[in-house]
């Protein structure tokens, strides 16, 4: 029996990137919320709620990276060249919020490290966004390598996708506190939540509609028949996911919201696949083009087989044991 092992690479890449986002994005929303609590205890209690999984949150970016330079190693070489300062500028800030997180509990200057947590979260997940941006434009590849230039990244498009991913993730980190957190914090959460969430389905329209004039695949994809009967099914769902989430914050549920959330960022990121198929590099590269030798991905997938069990299996324990509400008094370090 044989297999596409190219559209397998591509799914396992897909998969991983989808597991970074939802993942790390709920700890770089709680950063990003920061700001809008003041109180020590306050602070503390938003950042015991992530610290013992945001640093396995962030094993899935190196999974996607590295998967995707192994086994696509065409999209690597042309797609890093036209990302460079956003991708610097995004692992910097991933860095120093995890500096701050850690140096926040020892140093006498724990509101300085509260302003790099919050700053470090916010950048990185701008820069995330606009690299996304950048990508659904088009990156410009001439004879297998990048020909554009240093700032083509730099787009009122990317820039609302950066933007876009900052209201994304500030939802995502209002709904996990609120699942989280008990008392002030979590009525505090559940009110950010509220305006946030028409925030987030603004974005989304914003991007949905502007997305198919960028280029004619994608509104072939979005407006031609028959496409459109089945693409037509993603804004729906996003309505409906976005209901719920709204019934969710109004009964005051505590795992409706977070999920519901959780369910707008996988529509979106079906909606981005629908798009993309079968591209690996939108206009320029597909999957097929872009993949290493056979024999290559067939080793890789060897190593996938028995890497991604492992990490499924340390993800799921982490969250067990540290499921249900935080109490400050319980402590973490």
């Excluded at 003041?38 to 950042?47: G, H, P, S, V």
């Excluded at 919201?257 to 206009?283: E, N, T």
Aim: hydrophobic fraction near 55%; proline fraction near 5%.
């Amino acid at each position: 029996m044989s297999f596409d092992l190219a559209t397998i690479w591509a799914a396992i890449i897909a998969f991983a990137v989808l597991a970074y986002v939802v993942m790390d994005g709920f700890d770089l929303g709680t950063g990003i919320l920061m700001p809008f609590f003041r109180k020590r205890d306050e602070r503390d209690l938003l950042t015991t709620t992530v610290a013992p999984v945001w640093d396995g949150n962030e094993t899935w970016l190196v999974l996607g990276g590295g998967g995707l330079m192994a086994a696509f190693p065409v999209v690597y070489a042309t797609v890093l060249p036209a990302l460079y300062m956003p991708v610097i500028l995004m692992l910097l800030s991933l860095i120093f919020r995890g500096v701050a997180l850690e140096f926040r509990w020892r140093s006498e200057i724990r509101r300085g490290w509260d302003t790099g947590f919050f700053a470090g979260s916010l950048v990185a997940a701008f820069m995330q966004g606009i690299a996304l941006g950048a990508l659904v434009q088009g990156i410009r590849i001439e004879d297998g390598q990048y020909a554009g230039g240093w700032w083509d990244w730099l787009t009122p498009f990317s820039l609302v996708t950066g933007i876009a991913l900052v209201i994304g993730y500030a939802l995502l980190g209002a709904t996990w506190l609120n699942l989280k957190t008990e008392g002030p914090v979590q009525a505090r959460a559940r009110r950010l939540a509220a305006p946030t969430t028409i925030a987030m389905i603004a974005a989304i329209a914003i991007v949905s509609l502007w997305t198919p004039f960028i280029n004619r695949v994608y509104f072939e994809r979005w407006f031609g028949w028959p496409t459109a009967f089945f693409s037509a099914l993603v804004p729906l769902a996003v309505i409906a996911c976005a209901f719920w989430l709204w019934i969710g914050l109004d009964r005051k549920k505590h795992l409706q919201p977070f999920l519901a959330a959780l369910g707008l960022f996988v529509l979106s990121y079906a909606g981005l696949g629908i798009s993309f198929y079968p591209y690996m590099v939108p206009g320029a590269l597909t999957i097929e083009e872009a993949a290493a030798p056979e024999s290559s991905l067939r080793f890789l997938l060897v190593g996938a087989l028995v890497l991604i069990p492992i990490i499924l299996a340390y993800t799921a324990y982490a969250y067990w044991v540290f499921r249900g509400k935080v109490d400050l008094s319980e402590g973490y370090h």
